[in-house]
């Protein structure tokens, strides 16, 4: 418990204080302009108190029509999955506790929509503050108020409440002090085992990235090879989850010579890194690999989320230097403009950026959990209290689910990056604008890329809402196919044809409004990928023999998925653990990633030195006989030297122990064995011994006996998030 009282500790919750303070004091002026906006209508509130009025009327007559064995008309269920048990409608008194708890919680939300002449954004402050309030004092968060907290304890004769302690006492991170909440069994899957475990083989390596063949599944493939560029705030494999749902395999058994960037993890131990870096040492250098490798001059790209961000980018950078090496560019829910982002603009003003920067200064970096967090409070009861609900007071076990598992398997945030994207993007919406912003010496214009595109949003995504990621069709000049798939951020794009799930919209038209679009638009059934796929094939170029990974001058380094993906926000050392356990699995002790090979051993040296500098148009990779003698980076020396110093620690201890334990042995073998002598308390006589019992301690030599007593101390034991 005192590592809590650390002092890096105790200095993130003060950083932490203070920008919930900073929070708070822009939200406390919304809350100000909301009540003198009431204060002026107060037929809002009147309205809003008569509808409340009505509701409790109706929840009245309910309750006492059941009361008296009459039947009732079934009501709607909630849609809040936290009283979706049977629970809540059997048990009358818990009915009418729900039932009133929406009432007033669509009573609140109601008035602050309604409410005449408030600003846009203090309306959706208010509004989205107000609503995390109502979560947070929903009845069934708390068990002496929740229906099926009794019905568990009875079923359960009460171990559901000793599963529930052990459950919360495995999400304490004390080393940190901070309460983690799993979503999923963090034992139940393993990068590289169970997860990314596509074929392929790293090929190159930088500070910054790394990039990665995937091995063909064709006898033919296209000819020009696909460039895959995820976001950095989260790690590649939500593409390449398990094979039955990996748009990485599914690309793969398509046809494409697939490469994909794989961002590292930062930490102490890297280099702050800019946004011109992130594409030059990115795309750019990943360009340079693909042309060396396989001889193309020409790609087709596709970006995830802030990967697509990247490629617009890119793709505009490129178009300044009169390059067009990228022949058809995806964008999977991405936002170019950013005049409404839906609930994350509730987090981002200047205040908060300026804590943000004063908080990473020091390390950086961002921490990856701080952020993990904020998008979580997006959806609260789906993402926060319905697992405090299920894990910690009905003591259910974790549930294995890969999308859960990958979206807490959090990255930090590179701080120059993240500040140049939070100030230019979120606040002041540069990256529309032609010259809003300038990298690598090139002022980015997104009007002037005239490479086709297909633009992938998702109906009800909270990140990047589909009315404005549908500005990107009136941005580029070339030709631009919009694609609306249902569900979410995450859900919406891994949707395998498989499932035969979801469904998708697209029109043939891209008129200036996004709804207008939506009108005119058809709808499909199933996933959006074979829609895609065929789109895809117009710029495939032919095809070629299959290709294999790597090259002379780019041999495999080691297989995918590589070594930067299995970097941790907290690795703990390998364990052990049953279901349920609550592990989290780094790569070593210290959250580097061994970067000459895998666990097992490397297959070849590499150097982790960029293809690409800021400014520079294009520069020739380094042979491979210069890219093998570079020394080894930074951020393996350390880790390499201590494995070796605890590896001959570990060596030395055993060694000893073996010795002592030889000549205990042998002094056993020629002392004369005594007999036991009965233990005496001080105040009476213990009971005598069996001679079951006995027998050992009279073998005992003297030697042995005269050892010091070992001490019955518990033993210490690890994290207790890891559950070891």
Known sequence: MLKFLKPDNLRSQYQGGRLIAALAKDVGK????????????????????????????????????????????????????????????????????????????RAALRMIDETQGLDAEDRRKVRFYTAQFLDLV????????????????????GRNLVAGLKNLWQDIDFSHGKLNISMSDLGAFEVGESLAITPGEVVYRNELMELIQYSPATEKVARRPLLVIPPWFNKYYVLDMQPKNSMIRYMVDQGHTVFLISWRNPDEHMPDKTFDQYMTEGPLAALEVIEAITGEEEVNALGYCLGGILLAITLAWLEARGRRPIRSGTYLTTLLDYSDVGDVKVF???????????????????????????????????????FIINHYLLGRPRMPFDLLYWNEDATNMPLSAHMFFMKNMYIGNQLRKPGGITLAGEAIDLTRVETPAYVLSTKDDHIAPWQTTYEATQLFSGPTRFVLGNSGHIAGVINPPTREKYGYRFGTKN??????????????????????????????????????????????????????????????????????????????????????????????????????????AKTAPKPAAARRK???????????????????????????????????????????????????????????????????????????????????????TGNARTGA
């Open 511 to 616: 008129p200036a409004d996004a709804e207008e679009w939506f009108d005119r638009a058809s709808e499909h059934p199933g996933s959006w990928w074979p829609d895609w796929a065929r789109w895809l094939a117009r710029y495939a170029g032919g095809q070629v023999p299959a290709r294999q990974p790597g090259s002379e001058d780019f041999p495999s380094l080691e297989a995918a998925p590589g070594s930067y993906v299995r970097q941790q926000l907290h690795p703990q050392p390998p364990k052990k653990h049953g279901p349920g356990a609550g592990a989290r699995r780094g790569i070593n002790g210290n959250g580097h990633a061994p970067v000459n090979g895998h666990a097992g051993g490397a297959k070849k040296k590499a150097a982790p030195a960029s293809t690409a500098k800021s400014g520079a």
């Open 348 to 386: 981002v003003n200047e205040d908060v950026i300026d804590r943000l920067e004063k908080m990473g200064r020091k390390k950086g970096y961002l921490p990856g959990d701080n952020v993990a967090w904020g998008f979580r409070l997006l959806r609260a009861p789906d993402l926060l209290y319905s």
């Open 138 to 157: 929903a009845p069934a968060n708390y068990p002496l108020l929740n229906p099926e907290f009794y019905e568990s304890v009875v079923e359960s004769r």
């Open 30 to 105: 919304s809350y100000g302009e909301w009540m003198k906006k009431l204060a002026h209508d107060p037929a809002t509130a009147v309205r809003s108190s008569a509808g409340l009025a009505a509701d409790w009327m109706e929840i009245s007559r309910d309750a006492l029509l059941k009361a008296s064995g009459r039947e009732v008309e079934a009501s709607k269920r909630s849609a809040d999955r936290r009283f979706g048990g049977e629970a809540w409608s059997k048990h009358a008194p818990f009915d009418v506790l729900r039932k009133g708890y929406e009432s007033y919680a």
């Open 630 to 716: 570079t020394a080894t980076s930074s951020t393996t020396a350390a880790p390499k030297a201590a494995a070796a110093g605890k590896a001959k620690s570990r060596a030395t201890k055993k060694t000893a122990s073996r010795g002592s334990s030889a000549a205990r042995t042998a002094k056993r073998k020629v002392t004369k064995p005594r007999a036991s002598k009965p233990v005496v308390a001080k105040a009476k006589a213990a009971k005598p011994k069996t001679a079951a019992a006995t027998k050992p301690r009279a073998a005992k030599s003297k030697a042995a006996k005269t050892r010091p007593a070992r001490s019955t101390t518990r033993r210490k």
